[in-house]
C-alpha cells in the first residue's frame, strides 16, 4: 500500500477527493493510504494558535514552528522512510518524470502552508524537497497536495483499470497529446478525421505522432528543444508546419 500522510490546517478539504474515481477505488482496494495531520492538534495555548507575525514586519501572518514540527514529527513516526515534501511557489517545477519517481518510493509526507508561508526553520530541519505545481500564488498547499497525490495514484500498479494507459499518457514521450474523438462521427458540421475511421492502425499511429509533435510545436516549443527527434517525427513535424495555413 502506497501511504499519504498530509499536514494540514484543513483536513475537510480531502475525503470527497479521495472517495471519487480511480482514487476511491484504490483508498477501498487498500492499495493507497491516507492519513492526515493537523498542527493545531499540536498546541498548547487556549486559543489553539498555529501562526503569529511575521518578524520583520508586513502582511498577513507566519505558521508557527513548533505546532508544524509536531505535526510532521508524529508523521514521521509512522512513516520514518518517505520524504517530507513542501508544496509552495518557491519549489522545483513539479513534472510527470517526479511523479513517476514518487510513484516508486512507498509512500510521501507532504506539508501544507496556509497564510503567508511557513517559518523557514522548519524547511531547514524537516523538509527534504520543495516541488511547486505552477507559477501561480494559491491561498494554501492543500490543492497542490491533491495534484500530487492524483498524478501519483494513477501510476501505482494496479490503480488504472487497464495497466498500460498511463504509459500512453501525453508526457510520456514528453509531448502533448494527440486530439482525441469519439461517437457520433459528425456534430456540428465537424467531422471525425477520416484516417481514425480507416482501421488502418499504422497510418493511425502516425497520424496520432504528427498531430502531437505539431501541437507541442504550436503551444509548447520549449518541450520540443528539450526533445531530441527521430528522423521519422523530424518529417512527420515539418509535414504538419508544411499543412498550416
Ligand atoms: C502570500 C502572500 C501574501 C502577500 C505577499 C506575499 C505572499 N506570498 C504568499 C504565499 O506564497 N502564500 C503561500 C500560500 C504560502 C505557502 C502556502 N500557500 C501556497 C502554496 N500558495 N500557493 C502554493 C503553491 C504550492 C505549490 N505550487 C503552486 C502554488
Redesign the pocket.
Known amino acids: 500500500m502506497y501511504q499519504f500522510d498530509v499536514v494540514t490546517l484543513f483536513p475537510q478539504l480531502f475525503p470527497s477527493f479521495f472517495e471519487c474515481g480511480v482514487i476511491g477505488r484504490a483508498i477501498k482496494d487498500k492499495r493507497l493510504g491516507f492519513r492526515s495531520w493537523n498542527p493545531r492538534h499540536y498546541t498548547n495555548d487556549v486559543h489553539h494558535t498555529v501562526d503569529d507575525r511575521p518578524y520583520g514586519g508586513g502582511?498577513?501572518m507566519v505558521m508557527m514552528y513548533e505546532p508544524l514540527a509536531q505535526a510532521i514529527q508524529s508523521a514521521k513516526k509512522q512513516q520514518p522512510k518517505a520524504k517530507v515534501v513542501y508544496?509552495?511557489?518557491q519549489?522545483k517545477p513539479l513534472s510527470q518524470l517526479a511523479l513517476e519517481r514518487f510513484s516508486k518510493e512507498s509512500g510521501l509526507i507532504m506539508v501544507c502552508?496556509?497564510?503567508?508561508?511557513i517559518d523557514e526553520r522548519v524547511i531547514n530541519d524537516l523538509v527534504d524537497e520543495e516541488w511547486?505545481?505552477?507559477d501561480?500564488?494559491?491561498?494554501?498547499?492543500e490543492i497542490?497536495a491533491m495534484v500530487m497525490m492524483d498524478g501519483i495514484s494513477r501510476l501505482l500498479p494496479g490503480v488504472l483499470g487497464h495497466e498500460d494507459s498511463a504509459e500512453q499518457d501525453s508526457f510520456v514521450d514528453g509531448l502533448l497529446d494527440y486530439p482525441h474523438y469519439t461517437r457520433p462521427e459528425a456534430v456540428a458540421e465537424q467531422s471525425v478525421p477520416a484516417v481514425l475511421l480507416s482501421g488502418n492502425h499504422e497510418v493511425i499511429k502516425k497520424w496520432r505522432m504528427k498531430q502531437a509533435l505539431g501541437k507541442t510545436w504550436q503551444i509548447r516549443p520549449d518541450l520540443l528543444e528539450k526533445l531530441d527527434l527521430s528522423s521519422v517525427q523530424k518529417t512527420l513535424l515539418e509535414e504538419y508546419i508544411a499543412e498550416q495555413d
Do not use: F, N, Q
Request: charged content about 10%; overall charge neutral; glycine content about 34%.
Open positions: 502582511p498577513g508544496l509552495s511557489p519549489g502552508g496556509r497564510y503567508e508561508g511547486s505545481v505552477g501561480y500564488v494559491l491561498s494554501g498547499g497542490p
